[in-house]
């Protein structure tokens, strides 16, 4: 994504079976009470990863049948200790993906 938006920076993210979890840093969207325009929106960026590694997911597969969800879940991240925890939560979810109610190999 980084290279394709400019603006971005890809923090932590993991892949999980049937999910993403990521942070991803928008710069240059705001000073004060003035934001700065950005070039594209969190929605516009989703949108383009999601098409993006559709196409390619596909092209590998061959039988065109991924499909992701329809909307996405975001969160703003407003401090340190915030943003500590969230990487933390990423990194231990693979952990935890046999415990997982959505896990259908268990």
């Known amino acids: 994504?980084?290279?394709?938006?400019?603006?971005?920076?890809?923090?932590?993210?993991?892949?999980?079976?049937?999910?993403?979890?990521?942070?991803?840093?928008?710069?240059?969207?705001?000073?004060?009470?003035?934001?700065?325009?950005?070039?594209?929106?969190?929605?516009?960026?989703?949108?383009?990863?999601?098409t993006y590694s559709s196409l390619r997911i596909n092209k590998i597969e061959r039988h065109n049948s991924f499909r992701w969800q329809r909307s996405f879940y975001d969160h703003i991240i407003r401090n340190e200790q915030s943003l500590l925890a969230i990487r933390q939560y990423i990194r231990n979810n693979p952990k935890n993906w046999e415990k997982d109610e959505e896990n259908i190999s268990k």
């Not at 603006?7 to 993991?14: A, G, I, K, P, Y």
């Not at 004060?32 to 594209?40: I, N, W």
């Open 1 to 50: 994504m980084p290279e394709h938006y400019k603006n971005c920076v890809l923090d932590e993210f993991v892949v999980m079976p049937n999910h993403v979890h990521g942070i991803l840093h928008i710069k240059n969207v705001g000073t004060g009470f003035k934001p700065v325009p950005t070039r594209y929106s969190l929605s516009e960026i989703i949108r383009g990863f999601k």
